[in-house]
C-alpha cells in the first residue's frame, strides 16, 4: 500500500501537455469574425445552437469558445436563447426523428436575413449514428445548410474560421 501511495506521488501524468496558445492567430481571427459580422449585420453575430441528437462531443467544443482561453463574447460574438433573436442557427448531431420539428420550428421562427452552420461529421450523414432507425441522418435534409464544419468534433478554432468565411460569402 505505502509503494502505491509513494508510485503515485511521483509518477508523471499520463495526460498530454496542453497545446501552447497562439494569442496572435486567436485575436485575429476572433477580430475578423467580429467585425464582418457587423459590415453585414451591423451588431454583433448571435448564435442559436440545436443539438439535434448529438453525442455532446460538438457541444463540449461549442462551449469551449466561451471559455477564458477563447472568450469570444468580448468580439461580439454570442449564444441567445431564443431563435427570435438569431443570426445563425448551428445545429449538432445527426438529427434525430424526435428532433426533426423542433429543429424546423426553430429555423421558421428565425428573422431574415439567416444561416444555417452544421458542426461535426454527425449533420452531414448521420455519422457515426447513420443508418440507425432513430435519426433523419442529416440536417439538410430538414432546413437549408449554408455551411457545414467536419470534425469529430472539430476544434473551437476552426469552427471560428468557418464561420468567419460565411460571413466573408455573404458581406461580399
Ligand atoms: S460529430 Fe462526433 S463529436 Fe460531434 S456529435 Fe457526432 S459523434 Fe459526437
Not at 420539428?101 to 449533420?123: F, H, T
Not at 440536417?139 to 473551437?156: E, N, S, T
Amino acid at each position: 500500500m505505502r509503494s502505491l501511495l509513494l508510485e503515485s506521488l511521483f509518477r508523471q501524468p499520463f495526460t498530454e501537455q496542453a497545446p501552447l496558445r497562439d494569442d496572435a492567430a486567436m485575436q485575429e481571427l476572433a477580430t475578423a469574425l467580429g467585425q464582418a459580422g457587423r459590415k453585414r449585420l451591423g451588431r454583433s453575430l448571435a448564435i442559436r445552437e440545436v443539438d439535434a441528437g448529438s453525442c455532446n462531443g460538438c457541444e463540449l467544443e461549442i462551449h469551449a469558445r466561451g471559455n477564458v482561453f477563447y472568450d469570444v463574447e468580448r468580439f461580439g460574438i454570442r449564444f441567445v436563447a431564443s431563435p427570435r433573436h438569431a443570426d445563425v442557427l448551428l445545429v449538432t448531431g445527426p438529427v434525430t426523428k424526435n428532433m426533426r420539428d423542433a429543429l424546423k420550428r426553430v429555423y421558421e421562427a428565425m428573422p431574415n436575413p439567416k444561416w444555417v452552420v452544421s458542426v461535426g461529421d454527425c449533420p452531414l450523414d448521420g455519422g457515426c449514428f447513420s443508418g440507425s432507425y432513430a435519426v433523419e441522418g442529416g440536417v439538410a435534409g430538414v432546413v437549408p445548410v449554408d455551411l457545414h464544419i467536419p470534425g469529430c468534433p472539430p476544434r473551437p478554432i476552426e469552427i471560428l474560421k468557418r464561420l468567419l468565411a460565411l460571413l466573408e460569402c455573404v458581406a461580399a
